[in-house]
């Protein structure tokens, strides 16, 4: 099982990006996915997380410009991000608890991380 996480790129501030991360792999199920980031020199933080039922937590630094969502038919979540500021540059990762098949087993998986960088 993996995440695939794709989207990130150089912005200037004020646009907008929008990151997607696929799951792959033997899966029987997919419960709370989320995004997550690092800054440079900084430890890593969390952005948003979305339950397999859609309720969402964002951090407070994100709240009213960005949007985590999901599409279980597609095992695909997406962090819509508006209104970039410089200090939303960081590697930002995708996470996913998903149960595998045959034997079921819970895993927390994390995608590789793709880089967002917003210049001023």
């Known amino acids: 099982v993996q995440l695939q996480a794709s989207g990130g790129g150089l912005v200037q501030t004020g646009e907008s990006l929008r990151l997607s991360c696929a799951a792959s792999?033997?899966?029987?199920?997919?419960?709370?996915m989320g995004w997550y980031r690092q800054a440079p020199g900084k430890q890593r933080e969390l952005v948003a997380t979305i339950t397999s039922g859609g309720s969402t937590v964002y951090a407070d630094s994100v709240k009213g410009r960005f949007t985590i969502s999901r599409d279980n038919a597609k095992s695909t979540e997406y962090l819509q991000m508006n209104s970039l500021k410089p200090e939303d540059t960081g590697v930002y990762y995708c996470?996913?608890?998903?149960?595998?098949?045959?034997?079921?087993?819970?895993?927390?998986?994390w995608g590789q991380g793709t880089l967002v960088t917003v210049s001023s």
């Open positions: 996470n996913a608890g998903i149960t595998v098949r045959a034997p079921l087993r819970f895993n927390s998986v």
């Open positions: 792999g033997s899966i029987f199920s997919i419960g709370t």
